[in-house]
C-alpha cells in the first residue's frame, strides 16, 4: 500500500494486487461499502493530481498501458463533457415549456 499518493492509494493497490500479483478476486451480489460523492476523488479541482497519481503508477508497473490508459481517459473527458452539454439542453428546453408566459 503507497502512502505516499495522495488520493489514489486504493486504486494502485487494487490495481496492482489483480494485474501485478495476481491475487484473485470474487464478485459479490452486495453492496459492500458506499461511496460518498463529496470526497476527494469526486472533487474537479483534484482531477489533475488524480491524473498524475495514476500516470505514474501505470508508468511504473505499466509503462505498455500508459498511451492507451490516456487515450481513453481522454474519450471518457468528452463523453462526460457532451453528456453535461445535451443535459443542459435539454434542460433549458424543459424551462422554456414549463415557464409561465408573461
Not at 493497490?13 to 476523488?41: R, T
Amino acid at each position: 500500500y503507497d502512502e505516499t499518493l495522495k488520493i489514489t492509494s486504493d486504486w494502485a493497490f487494487f490495481l496492482l494486487a489483480i494485474n501485478k500479483y495476481n491475487y484473485s478476486y470474487q464478485h459479490v451480489k452486495a453492496f459492500v461499502s458506499k461511496f460518498n460523492l463529496d470526497g476527494i476523488c469526486s472533487h474537479n479541482k483534484f482531477k489533475n493530481t488524480i491524473a498524475a497519481e495514476k500516470a505514474s503508477i501505470l508508468k511504473k508497473y505499466f509503462p505498455s498501458f500508459l498511451d492507451d490508459y490516456t487515450e481513453c481517459e481522454t474519450a471518457m473527458d468528452s463523453l462526460t463533457k457532451a453528456r453535461e452539454q445535451f443535459g443542459y439542453r435539454v434542460h433549458n428546453k424543459i424551462k422554456k415549456i414549463f415557464s409561465p408566459r408573461s
